[in-house]
């Protein structure tokens, strides 16, 4: 099986670039990046009661550009794929925004198991990719779940204005 292949161990997959850091000024880092993000917080910045309950301040800068519900496939390497398409022209401006002020870049993913068994798979050739931008990779693994149950969904992937 490659890693581009649909993977049936995976029910739902999707992936994060994220810049963070208390210094990160969102709007700034996408007139830099000459790309939309997804979702994006300054430090400080009031989120509104969402999913937890209660209001919150956002912690530090947060910008991010998510594959979730834009990419429909079981295959984590076909969505890292799809980010690193869109990141690779700005990788100078990543650069320079992750090596001044503490900025920290990376790539989060999230991994809900259909089965209990098997893992995504990254190529070397995309791991390389990630490493020029300067980024770690994370992956959160959920599930199996039950028919019954709902999975999670999580907190450090979702839209920070709706936790």
Same mark, same amino acid.
């Given at each position: 099986?490659?890693? @581009?292949?649909?993977?049936?161990?995976?029910?739902?997959?999707?992936?994060?670039?994220?810049? &963070?850091?208390?210094? &990160?000024? +969102?709007?700034?880092?996408? &007139?830099?990046?000459? =790309? %939309? +993000?997804?979702?994006? =917080?300054?430090?400080?910045?009031?989120?509104?009661?969402?999913?937890?309950?209660?209001?919150? *301040?956002?912690?530090?800068? !947060?910008?991010?550009? /998510?594959?979730?519900? *834009?990419?429909?496939?079981?295959? @984590?390497?076909?969505? @890292?794929?799809? =980010? @690193?398409?869109?990141?690779?022209?700005?990788?100078?401006?990543?650069?320079?925004?992750?090596?001044?002020?503490?900025?920290?870049?990376?790539?989060?993913? !999230?991994?809900? /198991?259909?089965?209990?068994?098997?893992?995504? %798979? *990254?190529?070397?050739?995309?791991?390389?990719?990630?490493?020029? &931008?300067?980024? /770690?990779?994370?992956?959160?693994? !959920?599930?199996? !779940?039950?028919?019954?149950? %709902? +999975?999670?969904?999580?907190? /450090?992937?979702?839209? +920070?204005?709706?936790?």
């Amino acid at each position: 099986m490659s890693s @581009l292949d649909e993977n049936p161990n995976c029910e739902k997959t999707f992936a994060s670039f994220r810049l &963070l850091g208390d210094k &990160l000024d +969102p709007d700034a880092a996408t &007139l830099v990046l000459t =790309l %939309e +993000p997804t979702h994006a =917080l300054a430090k400080g910045q009031s989120i509104p009661a969402g999913r937890i309950g209660k209001a919150r *301040v956002q912690p530090t800068g !947060y910008w991010s550009l /998510s594959t979730a519900d *834009v990419v429909a496939s079981t295959s @984590l390497e076909r969505h @890292l794929l799809y =980010l @690193l398409d869109a990141l690779e022209p700005s990788t100078a401006a990543i650069h320079a925004l992750s090596d001044s002020d503490d900025i920290k870049a990376d790539f989060f993913c !999230y991994w809900l /198991s259909a089965t209990g068994n098997g893992g995504p %798979e *990254v190529s070397p050739e995309t791991l390389g990719r990630i490493a020029s &931008l300067g980024a /770690s990779l994370g992956i959160d693994f !959920y599930g199996p !779940y039950d028919d019954d149950a %709902e +999975p999670a969904q999580p907190a /450090s992937t979702a839209d +920070p204005e709706q936790d």
